[in-house]
Protein backbone atom coordinates (compact mmCIF):
# COMPACT_ATOMS: atom_id res chain seq x y z
CA UNK A 1 0.00 0.00 0.00
CA UNK A 2 3.25 2.14 1.01
CA UNK A 3 4.38 1.98 -3.19
CA UNK A 4 1.05 2.85 -4.42
CA UNK A 5 0.09 6.08 -2.55
CA UNK A 6 3.80 7.12 -3.12
CA UNK A 7 2.81 6.88 -6.44
CA UNK A 8 -0.26 8.47 -5.87
CA UNK A 9 1.69 11.51 -4.74
CA UNK A 10 3.55 11.74 -7.87
CA UNK A 11 0.92 11.83 -10.06
CA UNK A 12 -0.84 14.75 -7.86
CA UNK A 13 2.07 16.63 -8.36
CA UNK A 14 1.63 16.40 -12.73
CA UNK A 15 -1.91 16.32 -11.94
CA UNK A 16 -4.41 19.47 -11.88
CA UNK A 17 -7.14 18.32 -8.91
CA UNK A 18 -9.88 20.04 -11.18
CA UNK A 19 -9.08 17.65 -13.86
CA UNK A 20 -8.19 14.50 -11.71
CA UNK A 21 -10.30 15.09 -8.52
CA UNK A 22 -12.72 12.41 -9.19
CA UNK A 23 -10.02 9.26 -10.55
CA UNK A 24 -7.87 10.71 -6.96
CA UNK A 25 -11.24 10.15 -5.02
CA UNK A 26 -11.63 6.99 -6.49
CA UNK A 27 -7.67 5.22 -6.14
CA UNK A 28 -8.37 7.25 -2.34
CA UNK A 29 -11.30 4.94 -1.98
CA UNK A 30 -8.91 1.54 -3.27
CA UNK A 31 -6.54 2.10 -0.69
CA UNK A 32 -8.87 2.27 2.14
CA UNK A 33 -10.30 -0.66 0.96
CA UNK A 34 -7.04 -2.12 1.42
CA UNK A 35 -7.13 -1.55 4.79
CA UNK A 36 -8.35 -4.79 6.85
CA UNK A 37 -8.29 -5.21 10.28
CA UNK A 38 -6.42 -2.00 10.80
CA UNK A 39 -6.64 -1.88 14.32
CA UNK A 40 -4.63 -4.69 14.98
CA UNK A 41 -1.67 -4.23 12.45
CA UNK A 42 1.75 -3.43 13.88
CA UNK A 43 1.42 -0.04 12.06
CA UNK A 44 -1.66 0.78 14.16
CA UNK A 45 -0.02 -0.47 17.95
CA UNK A 46 2.99 2.08 16.65
CA UNK A 47 0.62 4.94 16.49
CA UNK A 48 -1.71 3.98 19.21
CA UNK A 49 1.77 3.89 21.31
CA UNK A 50 3.14 7.13 20.49
CA UNK A 51 -0.66 8.68 21.20
CA UNK A 52 0.17 7.78 24.85
CA UNK A 53 3.35 8.13 25.37
CA UNK A 54 2.50 11.70 23.97
CA UNK A 55 -0.31 12.09 25.87
CA UNK A 56 1.46 11.40 29.21
CA UNK A 57 4.73 13.43 27.97
CA UNK A 58 2.41 16.77 27.46
CA UNK A 59 0.47 16.09 30.89
CA UNK A 60 3.69 16.24 33.01
CA UNK A 61 4.44 20.06 32.57
CA UNK A 62 0.68 20.36 31.98
CA UNK A 63 0.21 19.08 35.47
CA UNK A 64 2.12 21.71 37.30
CA UNK A 65 -0.81 23.65 37.58
CA UNK A 66 -2.17 22.86 40.84
CA UNK A 67 -5.79 23.03 39.70
CA UNK A 68 -8.39 20.67 37.74
CA UNK A 69 -7.63 20.26 34.09
CA UNK A 70 -8.60 18.87 30.95
CA UNK A 71 -7.43 18.63 27.23
CA UNK A 72 -7.49 16.26 24.53
CA UNK A 73 -4.05 15.05 23.51
CA UNK A 74 -5.31 13.13 20.64
CA UNK A 75 -6.98 16.49 19.56
CA UNK A 76 -3.55 18.08 19.86
CA UNK A 77 -1.36 15.14 18.21
CA UNK A 78 -3.38 14.96 15.19
CA UNK A 79 -3.23 18.62 14.67
CA UNK A 80 0.54 18.31 14.95
CA UNK A 81 0.69 15.07 12.50
CA UNK A 82 -0.79 17.81 10.43
CA UNK A 83 1.87 20.64 10.83
CA UNK A 84 4.44 17.81 10.41
CA UNK A 85 2.98 17.05 6.44
CA UNK A 86 4.66 20.84 5.32
CA UNK A 87 7.92 20.35 8.41
CA UNK A 88 11.41 19.07 6.85
CA UNK A 89 14.18 18.74 7.96
CA UNK A 90 15.21 19.87 11.70
CA UNK A 91 11.86 21.00 12.22
CA UNK A 92 9.83 17.67 10.93
CA UNK A 93 12.87 15.64 13.14
CA UNK A 94 11.39 17.31 16.59
CA UNK A 95 7.91 17.24 15.71
CA UNK A 96 7.69 13.52 15.01
CA UNK A 97 10.39 13.04 17.82
CA UNK A 98 8.04 15.03 20.76
CA UNK A 99 4.80 13.54 19.21
CA UNK A 100 6.29 9.63 19.03
CA UNK A 101 5.77 9.80 15.57
CA UNK A 102 6.47 9.18 12.01
CA UNK A 103 4.56 10.58 8.96
CA UNK A 104 4.75 7.32 7.29
CA UNK A 105 1.49 6.17 9.67
CA UNK A 106 -0.34 8.67 8.08
CA UNK A 107 -2.53 6.91 6.17
CA UNK A 108 -3.46 4.72 9.62
CA UNK A 109 -4.14 7.81 11.24
CA UNK A 110 -7.06 8.88 8.81
CA UNK A 111 -8.15 5.20 9.40
CA UNK A 112 -8.14 5.73 13.26
CA UNK A 113 -10.38 9.25 12.57
CA UNK A 114 -12.71 7.20 10.35
CA UNK A 115 -13.27 5.45 13.15
CA UNK A 116 -13.92 7.85 16.14
CA UNK A 117 -14.96 11.10 14.98
CA UNK A 118 -17.76 12.59 14.00
CA UNK A 119 -17.45 14.30 10.31
CA UNK A 120 -18.51 17.71 9.06
CA UNK A 121 -21.97 18.76 10.28
CA UNK A 122 -23.41 14.90 10.85
CA UNK A 123 -24.63 14.61 14.50
CA UNK A 124 -25.20 10.94 15.07
CA UNK A 125 -21.50 10.94 16.60
CA UNK A 126 -20.01 10.87 20.05
CA UNK A 127 -16.52 12.76 19.63
CA UNK A 128 -15.94 15.80 17.48
CA UNK A 129 -12.60 16.91 16.76
CA UNK A 130 -12.32 20.52 16.04
CA UNK A 131 -8.94 21.17 14.55
CA UNK A 132 -7.41 23.67 12.27
CA UNK A 133 -4.46 25.29 10.69
CA UNK A 134 -4.60 29.02 10.34
CA UNK A 135 -2.81 30.80 7.74
CA UNK A 136 -2.11 34.05 6.33
CA UNK A 137 -4.32 35.14 3.39
CA UNK A 138 -2.09 35.27 0.35
CA UNK A 139 0.03 31.80 0.90
CA UNK A 140 -0.36 29.17 -1.54
CA UNK A 141 -0.19 25.52 0.29
CA UNK A 142 0.55 22.75 -1.94
CA UNK A 143 -2.05 20.57 -3.54
CA UNK A 144 -1.01 17.60 -2.38
CA UNK A 145 -0.92 18.85 1.42
CA UNK A 146 -4.85 20.00 0.37
CA UNK A 147 -5.47 16.59 -0.84
CA UNK A 148 -3.35 14.80 2.09
CA UNK A 149 -5.22 17.03 4.65
CA UNK A 150 -8.65 15.91 3.22
CA UNK A 151 -8.01 12.54 2.62
CA UNK A 152 -6.79 11.81 6.44
CA UNK A 153 -8.28 15.13 8.12
CA UNK A 154 -11.35 15.64 6.49
CA UNK A 155 -10.49 19.33 6.56
CA UNK A 156 -8.52 22.34 4.52
CA UNK A 157 -5.85 24.92 5.47
CA UNK A 158 -7.74 28.14 6.85
CA UNK A 159 -6.85 31.58 5.54
CA UNK A 160 -7.39 35.06 7.17
CA UNK A 161 -5.46 38.31 7.49
CA UNK A 162 -3.83 38.88 10.19
CA UNK A 163 -1.30 41.62 8.34
CA UNK A 164 -4.38 44.06 7.94
CA UNK A 165 -7.82 42.59 9.78
CA UNK A 166 -6.27 41.18 13.55
CA UNK A 167 -9.81 42.09 15.05
CA UNK A 168 -11.93 40.41 12.08
CA UNK A 169 -9.38 37.32 11.98
CA UNK A 170 -9.76 36.60 15.72
CA UNK A 171 -13.29 37.06 15.26
CA UNK A 172 -13.57 34.50 12.23
CA UNK A 173 -11.14 31.83 14.10
CA UNK A 174 -13.59 32.01 17.20
CA UNK A 175 -16.74 31.82 15.09
CA UNK A 176 -15.06 28.87 13.43
CA UNK A 177 -14.17 26.97 16.55
CA UNK A 178 -17.49 27.90 18.48
CA UNK A 179 -20.40 26.50 15.40
CA UNK A 180 -17.90 23.45 15.25
CA UNK A 181 -17.90 23.07 18.12
CA UNK A 182 -21.68 23.28 18.64
CA UNK A 183 -20.83 26.01 20.94
CA UNK A 184 -19.18 23.60 23.51
CA UNK A 185 -16.06 25.76 22.94
CA UNK A 186 -15.84 29.70 22.66
CA UNK A 187 -13.18 32.25 22.75
CA UNK A 188 -10.61 30.15 22.06
CA UNK A 189 -8.22 32.82 20.77
CA UNK A 190 -7.45 36.07 22.75
CA UNK A 191 -6.36 39.19 21.41
CA UNK A 192 -2.65 38.38 22.85
CA UNK A 193 -2.42 35.41 21.08
CA UNK A 194 -2.30 37.00 17.00
CA UNK A 195 0.08 40.38 15.83
CA UNK A 196 -0.36 41.63 12.72
CA UNK A 197 3.56 39.38 11.98
CA UNK A 198 1.28 36.14 12.71
CA UNK A 199 1.53 33.82 9.42
CA UNK A 200 0.57 30.35 11.02
CA UNK A 201 -1.16 28.94 14.01
CA UNK A 202 -3.47 25.91 14.80
CA UNK A 203 -6.90 25.68 16.89
CA UNK A 204 -7.46 22.49 18.73
CA UNK A 205 -9.91 21.03 20.97
CA UNK A 206 -12.72 18.14 20.97
CA UNK A 207 -16.09 17.38 22.93
CA UNK A 208 -18.19 15.06 23.30
CA UNK A 209 -21.68 13.82 24.45
CA UNK A 210 -23.00 10.08 25.41
CA UNK A 211 -25.30 8.60 27.70
CA UNK A 212 -24.01 5.97 30.12
CA UNK A 213 -24.58 2.51 29.91
CA UNK A 214 -25.99 2.42 33.38
CA UNK A 215 -27.11 5.88 34.37
CA UNK A 216 -27.02 7.35 38.00
CA UNK A 217 -30.64 7.77 39.51
CA UNK A 218 -31.00 11.44 40.53
CA UNK A 219 -32.86 10.02 43.58
CA UNK A 220 -29.48 8.23 44.88
CA UNK A 221 -27.28 11.56 44.60
CA UNK A 222 -26.91 12.65 47.86
CA UNK A 223 -25.05 16.10 49.22
CA UNK A 224 -21.92 14.92 50.85
CA UNK A 225 -18.03 16.44 51.15
CA UNK A 226 -15.34 16.09 49.37
CA UNK A 227 -12.04 16.37 50.93
CA UNK A 228 -9.65 19.58 49.61
CA UNK A 229 -6.19 19.52 50.00
CA UNK A 230 -4.46 20.23 53.51
CA UNK A 231 -7.49 19.12 55.32
CA UNK A 232 -9.99 21.29 53.61
CA UNK A 233 -13.20 20.08 52.43
CA UNK A 234 -16.08 21.20 49.95
CA UNK A 235 -19.79 20.06 49.75
CA UNK A 236 -20.51 18.73 46.21
CA UNK A 237 -23.33 15.90 44.70
CA UNK A 238 -21.86 12.97 44.85
CA UNK A 239 -24.01 10.14 42.47
CA UNK A 240 -24.63 6.75 42.88
CA UNK A 241 -25.28 3.50 41.54
CA UNK A 242 -24.62 -0.42 41.97
CA UNK A 243 -23.54 -2.09 38.73
CA UNK A 244 -20.91 -4.39 36.88
CA UNK A 245 -17.68 -2.14 35.85
CA UNK A 246 -14.41 -3.06 34.33
CA UNK A 247 -11.88 -2.46 37.52
CA UNK A 248 -8.38 -2.75 37.92
CA UNK A 249 -7.24 -3.08 41.41
CA UNK A 250 -3.77 -1.55 42.27
CA UNK A 251 -1.78 -1.33 45.48
CA UNK A 252 -1.84 2.57 45.42
CA UNK A 253 -5.26 2.84 42.98
CA UNK A 254 -8.51 1.67 41.89
CA UNK A 255 -9.05 2.56 37.74
CA UNK A 256 -12.34 1.91 36.66
CA UNK A 257 -13.72 2.19 33.17
CA UNK A 258 -17.76 3.62 33.27
CA UNK A 259 -18.77 3.27 29.79
CA UNK A 260 -21.13 5.49 27.78
CA UNK A 261 -23.42 3.58 25.22
CA UNK A 262 -22.57 3.17 21.68
CA UNK A 263 -24.02 5.32 19.00
CA UNK A 264 -23.19 2.91 16.17
CA UNK A 265 -22.44 -0.75 16.57
CA UNK A 266 -19.21 -0.20 14.40
CA UNK A 267 -18.01 3.24 15.96
CA UNK A 268 -15.93 3.57 19.43
CA UNK A 269 -17.07 2.78 22.40
CA UNK A 270 -16.45 5.15 25.05
CA UNK A 271 -15.69 5.24 28.37
CA UNK A 272 -14.72 7.46 31.06
CA UNK A 273 -11.84 6.35 33.36
CA UNK A 274 -12.06 7.16 36.99
CA UNK A 275 -7.96 6.64 38.31
CA UNK A 276 -8.38 6.82 42.48
CA UNK A 277 -5.71 7.02 44.94
CA UNK A 278 -6.28 4.54 47.52
CA UNK A 279 -4.35 3.63 50.77
CA UNK A 280 -2.85 7.00 51.84
CA UNK A 281 -1.40 7.43 48.45
CA UNK A 282 -1.57 11.04 47.01
CA UNK A 283 -2.70 12.28 43.77
CA UNK A 284 0.94 13.50 42.78
CA UNK A 285 2.28 10.33 43.28
CA UNK A 286 -0.20 8.16 41.15
CA UNK A 287 0.78 11.19 38.47
CA UNK A 288 4.60 9.71 38.55
CA UNK A 289 3.31 6.28 37.83
CA UNK A 290 1.84 7.41 34.01
CA UNK A 291 3.81 5.35 31.47
CA UNK A 292 2.84 3.71 28.30
CA UNK A 293 3.92 0.23 29.89
CA UNK A 294 1.75 1.24 33.22
CA UNK A 295 -0.97 1.94 31.14
CA UNK A 296 -1.20 -1.29 28.91
CA UNK A 297 -0.96 -3.18 32.15
CA UNK A 298 -3.65 -1.65 34.08
CA UNK A 299 -5.91 -2.01 31.02
CA UNK A 300 -5.02 -5.09 30.36
CA UNK A 301 -5.72 -6.43 33.91
CA UNK A 302 -8.95 -5.04 34.13
CA UNK A 303 -11.82 -7.66 35.58
CA UNK A 304 -15.71 -6.81 35.84
CA UNK A 305 -16.64 -6.99 39.06
CA UNK A 306 -19.78 -5.42 41.06
CA UNK A 307 -19.35 -2.08 42.22
CA UNK A 308 -20.54 0.27 44.53
CA UNK A 309 -19.92 3.34 42.05
CA UNK A 310 -20.01 7.13 44.16
CA UNK A 311 -18.85 9.74 41.67
CA UNK A 312 -19.30 13.44 41.85
CA UNK A 313 -20.88 15.57 39.41
CA UNK A 314 -18.26 17.94 38.04
CA UNK A 315 -17.60 20.01 34.79
CA UNK A 316 -13.92 21.19 33.98
CA UNK A 317 -12.55 23.29 31.24
CA UNK A 318 -9.12 24.31 30.16
CA UNK A 319 -8.18 26.25 27.87
CA UNK A 320 -4.59 26.22 27.20
CA UNK A 321 -1.18 28.24 24.98
CA UNK A 322 0.86 25.43 24.70
CA UNK A 323 4.28 26.94 22.87
CA UNK A 324 5.78 26.83 26.21
CA UNK A 325 4.67 23.03 27.13
CA UNK A 326 6.07 21.93 23.52
CA UNK A 327 8.81 23.79 23.53
CA UNK A 328 9.73 22.12 27.00
CA UNK A 329 9.28 18.57 25.79
CA UNK A 330 11.73 19.62 23.11
CA UNK A 331 9.83 21.42 19.98
CA UNK A 332 11.47 25.11 19.96
CA UNK A 333 12.35 25.50 16.21
CA UNK A 334 8.71 25.10 14.65
CA UNK A 335 8.10 28.28 16.65
CA UNK A 336 11.35 30.01 15.40
CA UNK A 337 12.20 31.65 11.79
CA UNK A 338 14.72 29.12 11.69
CA UNK A 339 11.63 26.90 10.79
CA UNK A 340 11.50 24.45 7.19
CA UNK A 341 7.82 24.13 6.60
CA UNK A 342 8.93 24.89 2.61
CA UNK A 343 6.05 21.32 2.45
CA UNK A 344 3.08 23.93 2.79
CA UNK A 345 4.16 26.90 0.60
CA UNK A 346 7.63 25.97 -1.38
CA UNK A 347 9.15 28.36 0.75
CA UNK A 348 10.54 28.92 3.95
CA UNK A 349 8.65 32.01 4.80
CA UNK A 350 6.92 30.96 7.52
CA UNK A 351 7.28 29.34 11.34
CA UNK A 352 4.39 28.44 13.52
CA UNK A 353 3.23 31.43 15.92
CA UNK A 354 0.87 30.07 18.27
CA UNK A 355 -1.10 26.73 19.28
CA UNK A 356 -4.10 27.05 21.79
CA UNK A 357 -6.04 24.56 22.44
CA UNK A 358 -9.36 24.40 24.43
CA UNK A 359 -11.35 21.30 25.90
CA UNK A 360 -14.52 20.49 28.20
CA UNK A 361 -16.17 18.30 29.91
CA UNK A 362 -19.38 17.98 31.96
CA UNK A 363 -20.20 15.16 33.87
CA UNK A 364 -23.93 14.07 35.48
CA UNK A 365 -26.28 11.40 36.19
CA UNK A 366 -27.03 11.29 32.36
CA UNK A 367 -23.72 11.37 31.03
CA UNK A 368 -21.96 13.79 29.04
CA UNK A 369 -24.30 15.99 27.06
CA UNK A 370 -27.34 14.07 26.66
CA UNK A 371 -27.80 12.37 23.42
CA UNK A 372 -29.65 9.25 21.69
CA UNK A 373 -28.69 5.62 22.27
CA UNK A 374 -28.85 2.60 20.62
CA UNK A 375 -27.48 -0.24 22.72
CA UNK A 376 -29.15 -1.37 26.59
CA UNK A 377 -27.62 -1.37 29.86
CA UNK A 378 -26.14 -4.57 31.60
CA UNK A 379 -27.77 -5.18 34.98
CA UNK A 380 -26.33 -6.77 37.63
CA UNK A 381 -28.38 -9.82 37.01
CA UNK A 382 -25.65 -10.10 34.14
CA UNK A 383 -23.04 -11.37 35.93
CA UNK A 384 -21.94 -13.87 39.28
CA UNK A 385 -23.24 -11.65 42.47
CA UNK A 386 -20.78 -10.84 44.70
CA UNK A 387 -19.98 -8.45 46.92
CA UNK A 388 -19.59 -5.11 45.35
CA UNK A 389 -16.35 -3.12 45.20
CA UNK A 390 -16.71 0.46 46.82
CA UNK A 391 -15.82 3.06 44.63
CA UNK A 392 -16.18 6.60 46.45
CA UNK A 393 -14.65 9.20 44.58
CA UNK A 394 -14.24 11.56 47.68
CA UNK A 395 -11.15 13.55 46.76
CA UNK A 396 -9.18 14.62 43.96
CA UNK A 397 -8.76 12.02 40.89
CA UNK A 398 -7.73 11.92 37.36
CA UNK A 399 -10.35 10.75 34.77
CA UNK A 400 -10.00 10.04 30.96
CA UNK A 401 -12.01 9.12 28.25
CA UNK A 402 -10.68 6.75 26.03
CA UNK A 403 -12.16 3.99 22.89
CA UNK A 404 -12.67 0.81 24.37
CA UNK A 405 -11.88 -0.67 21.01
CA UNK A 406 -8.62 0.44 19.83
CA UNK A 407 -7.38 1.39 23.19
CA UNK A 408 -7.13 5.46 22.14
CA UNK A 409 -6.51 7.96 24.91
CA UNK A 410 -8.68 10.70 24.26
CA UNK A 411 -9.08 13.29 26.84
CA UNK A 412 -7.44 13.10 30.36
CA UNK A 413 -7.05 15.31 33.05
CA UNK A 414 -7.18 15.93 36.99
CA UNK A 415 -10.27 16.67 39.84
CA UNK A 416 -9.15 18.58 42.67
CA UNK A 417 -12.22 20.70 42.94
CA UNK A 418 -15.45 19.69 41.32
Not at 171 to 178: A, F, G, L, P, R
Not at 300 to 307: G, I, K, N, Y
Not at 357 to 384: C, F, N, Q, W
Request: one cysteine or more; aromatic letters at 10%; a neutral charge.
Amino acid sequence: MRFVWMGLLQWILICPYHVCGQKITELQEQIRNQVVEWSSSNHFNLVLQGYTRFAFDLYRPLRKQRENLIFSPYSVSTALIMVALGAKHGTLAQLQNVIRYSTSLTSVTGDLNDHLLTIGNRNEGQLFLVNALWFQEGLKIMPAIEILMQRDFQMLPQFVNFSEELNQSLKTINQWVSQRSHNRLNFVLHNQDLSSDTQFLITSGMWMKGQWTQPFDLKQTVRTLFQLSQGKTLRIDLMKVTAPFLLSVQEKFDLIQVPFLNQTEKGPKLALLIMLPKNQTTLEQIEELLTYENWKQWLEQATERLVNLALPKFKVESRLDLNPFLIHLGMSIPFTPEADFSGFTGSKKIYLNTIVHKASLRIDEKGSEVSGALLHPKTVKDIDPTTPYDFIADHPFLFFIIDQRTKTLLMMGRIVRP
